[in-house]
């Protein structure tokens, strides 16, 4: 098979693995921690944390190439660690993708987090900390929850194109995903190659989708 | 996978997955690799060029980006890896070197472009009549330029219709290709009624013979002066250099000319 394209494939895979690594060790205990606020507080930070789902990811991979810049914060304090810059490469794509498909595993751990029984929980409470509560009890019982927005985190990240188009770049082995490649060799019109792509993506969406499908039915 | 006993276990992972790519950065980064941006014009060109200097320099590995040249240019001063830097026009290196970003040594002509009419439809169509052909509105319903605010093919195109007196006429019927390879795309597609593409991508293996096409009178527009500049990261690559002096060869001059390029006459 074409080198080119296992590359691009490859990146992808690696992309939306750390990202749903990255996902599910900082999103459960975003969750957990936005199930405790009610009223007005917590319809605001939900809002704020759900809004990839509806804004244009143009609009998002423009405050981070901004936000990149090596004139500003985040820019210089990664260049300063670093002496690399954040925009065009492999870590920039990774912090887009977390915040693009944050709310894709944070909203699944919080409907699977509130259907665990409050008893048990508190029964639990009695012997343990909180924190092992939340790990030893409260986390394997939501399991298949946890799983979904994995999956669907994984699945969103695959998908990504405007987020990666803007802050990537379409560098081979760097920042060339799956999905900007497909749209590099329509413009080349490679189409056998940009086929190759396209069907790659559209089995591994439909894979996907097929195991976030039989999750949800059995925790519906 | 929650099931272990030791809840420090997450922050290892973290700790695991940040080196695992940092990791993954340098061993790339210490290849002995050059990062090229290319102007869209170049892709069909690029190909065989590439494979006569892998056959040249076989340990040297070339990392092509195809674009839009205003956007590399957006895309360099923003810090993105290229180590050589080919533009469809002269001023966006020249912009770079002006702005300290890349070695005004570096930076030469390589070749002329040259921008054509073109249509897969030359039946109802006939681009051989030249420009004015497009002011018919009933057979031409729609032509592709690319995008004239950041990629030259499309600033050319914009100046020789401006130049023809049919700008305010056709404003309305352009489709805006992102770079000159998708505009090509568009026309090869059928999508639009013709398209003003440039001349190099016609000759590549992929459209040659494919529809009917025109050139487009040189003294219409300013020349599409093709410069090709290092970056300040490709001023350290020593094959960077390699490759660059690839490029002033006979054998490279040779290519561009079966592209339709007009090389310069003051070569090396």
Redo the contacts between chains.
């Keep these: 098979m074409n080198p080119d394209f296992l590359e691009a494939l490859a990146l992808t895979l690696r992309l939306a693995g750390v990202t749903t690594l990255l996902l599910l060790v900082a999103g459960l205990p975003l969750a957990h921690w936005l199930n405790r606020f009610h009223g007005w507080l917590g319809i605001g930070l939900e809002a704020v944390l759900g809004l990839p789902l509806v804004l244009p990811p143009t609009v998002l991979g423009y405050y981070l190439l901004v936000a990149f810049a090596p004139n500003q914060i985040l820019g210089t304090v990664w260049h300063q660690l670093f002496r690399s810059s954040l925009a065009f490469s492999f870590p920039g794509l990774v912090l887009g993708s977390f915040i693009y498909s944050l709310p894709f595993a944070v909203q699944p751990f919080q409907t699977a987090l509130r259907g665990v029984s409050r008893s048990i929980l508190e029964a639990g409470a009695m012997e343990a900390t909180r924190r092992q509560v939340f790990v030893f009890i409260h986390l394997p019982l939501a399991w298949r929850g946890v799983l979904l927005g994995a999956t669907l985190a994984f699945a969103h990240t695959i998908g990504e194109f405007g987020v990666v188009l803007m802050i990537g770049g379409n560098i081979p082995g760097k920042t060339r995903t799956a999905s900007i490649a497909l749209f590099d060799e329509v413009q080349k019109l490679n189409y056998p190659e940009a086929n190759q792509y396209a069907i790659a993506l559209l089995l591994v969406a439909t894979a996907l989708l097929a195991c976030s499908v039989a999750l949800s039915r059995r925790t519906g | 996978m929650?099931?272990?006993r030791n809840?420090l276990s997450?922050r290892q992972?973290?700790l695991v997955?940040c080196l695992l790519?940092?990791t993954?950065?340098s061993i790339?980064a210490e290849r002995a690799t050059v990062?090229v941006a290319a102007a869209?014009d170049l892709?069909?060109c690029l190909d065989e060029l590439t494979a006569t200097f892998h056959r040249q320099q076989p340990t040297i590995e070339l990392?092509?980006?195809?674009?839009s040249s205003g956007n590399f240019l957006t895309?360099i001063e923003?810090?993105?890896?290229?180590d050589v830097f080919l533009s469809a026009d002269i001023g966006y290196p020249k912009q770079l070197v002006a702005e300290g970003l890349a070695p005004a040594d570096s930076l030469f002509v390589y070749a002329h472009g040259k921008i054509v009419l073109w249509t897969t439809k030359p039946d109802a169509v006939p681009v051989v009549q030249g420009l004015n052909i497009l002011a018919d509105s009933q057979r031409v319903v729609t032509i592709a330029i690319a995008n004239p605010d950041h990629a030259p093919y499309g600033r050319a195109a914009k100046a020789a219709l401006e130049k023809a007196g049919l700008w305010t006429a056709v404003q309305s019927r352009l489709v805006l290709g992102?770079?000159i390879?998708?505009t090509?795309?568009f026309v090869?597609a059928g999508n639009v009624d013709c398209g003003i593409v440039a001349l190099s991508l016609l000759l590549g293996p992929?459209?040659k013979g494919v529809g009917t096409y025109q050139v487009i009178d040189p003294n219409l527009y300013p020349p599409l002066e093709q410069a090709v500049v290092l970056t300040r990261s490709g001023e350290t690559n020593a094959a960077a250099r390699t490759y660059l002096d690839f490029l002033r060869s006979q054998t490279a001059r040779q290519i561009f000319d079966r592209y339709g390029f007009t090389i310069p006459a003051s070569g090396p």
């Design positions: 929650f099931q272990s809840p997450w992972l973290l997955v790519s940092a993954t950065v790339l990062q869209a892709v069909y990392k092509l980006t195809s674009g895309q923003q810090g993105a890896p290229f992102e770079n390879a998708q090509a795309q090869q992929k459209l």
